[in-house]
């Protein structure tokens, strides 16, 4: 079997395996910095382009911190991911702040820190108004609907609850400007998980279209675009990871064509990944429990789709490697499961394998982003580690895993225990 390679040597993996029990993440702190740096290079062009690390992918404090120390600063969606990066050390405009259908608490929160808020629907800003009054910066987001195709994941732009329509974007610019904004930024997401760099160039040119609108009709000048995140991860085999060059030179010659010749430049380019930060860099460690032969055959793993619910909750292909096999014949396909009382609790379907054991390695590829953070507890399961390789080489557990303990202490069993069992 041709394998897709790991971001970590066997012997990594099995170093950690042996210190920490199976099921857990293990995340690479060398990959994530070095493709931090390649994204911050590709844009390097642009002197405000910032990388706004979307928390809600792998929200683990030292996650973040490695990246802020590459110069990211984080995209929150709630009041954990800002206290989370407050605790980090970032304010102010190190974070932006992306929700929707947003409580007062969490915009109070994004206040206090003083982050970029990014509104999600024109109806915020008297709510705004109201909660925490007008800031001096504002960001909106622009659902551009049936202008625009989307993409599986994200679903078409005018099925998707996000953002303003076109006609609510002029309105709302000219409500803030009026309301005393003053500096203003236009934010678009209409992707997850795109391989295609031209993809993302469109939506630059989408939005700078609209920043020339602004400035013409409104007199509303832009100081940044957020193209938002998306940027997809080569899950499968046979695909390649975006260049983020092509990405960066195809965003700067639409700049150079549109923006510079009406001068409008300087005008920040932001982007706020979150899959392609970590994404690669984070794998699945888990270890072979049992086999099961009926209609189908099975391998059934000690970890479960309460680890990882991508393939589980929309059939994402997510690679599965038998550690110290990758290169031995398939002997046959297999479901790999884990042991959710639910049917799609499924890491892999008919996935053609080698011949396993109890106790091998698997491995399950790409799940540094949407993978521990998508965790829960049903069927009383518990989340796992998050472990850390140094870039020398060290292993660092940056979260334990969930206990017993941890499970039951939202509960009160005060007056149970009398039940009358059997009699
Ligand atoms: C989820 C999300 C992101 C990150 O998306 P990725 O596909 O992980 O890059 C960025 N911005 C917003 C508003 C999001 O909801």
Redesign the pocket.
Known sequence: MSDKPLPFSVDVIRRAASEFETPFHLYDERGIRENARRLNSAFAWNPGFRE?F?V??TPNPHIVQMLAEEGCGA?C?SLAELILSERVGLGGRDIMF???NTLAEDYAKADELGAVI?LDDISHLPYLAENIGMPETLCF?YNPGPLREGNV??GKPEEAK?GFTREQLFEGYRIARDGGVKYFGL?A?V???ELDPSFFVETARMLFELVIQLAESHDVRVSFVNL?????IPYRPEQTAVDYEVIGDGVRQAYDEMIVPVGLDPLDVLT??????T?PYGVLVSKVVHAKDIYKKYVGVDACMANLMRPGMYGAYHHVSVLGKEDAAPIGEFDVVGSLCENNDKFAIDRPLPATERGDIVVIHDAG??GHSMGFQYNGKLRSAEILVREDGSLQEIRRAETLDDYFSTLDFSGVGTAAVGQ
């Open positions: 706004y979307a809600k992918a995209d969606s992306t929700s929707n990014n987001r994941i994200i996000y934010h997401m992707a997850s998980n938002g995140g998306g940027i997809g706020e990944n979150g899959r392609c930060m994404g982003a949407h």
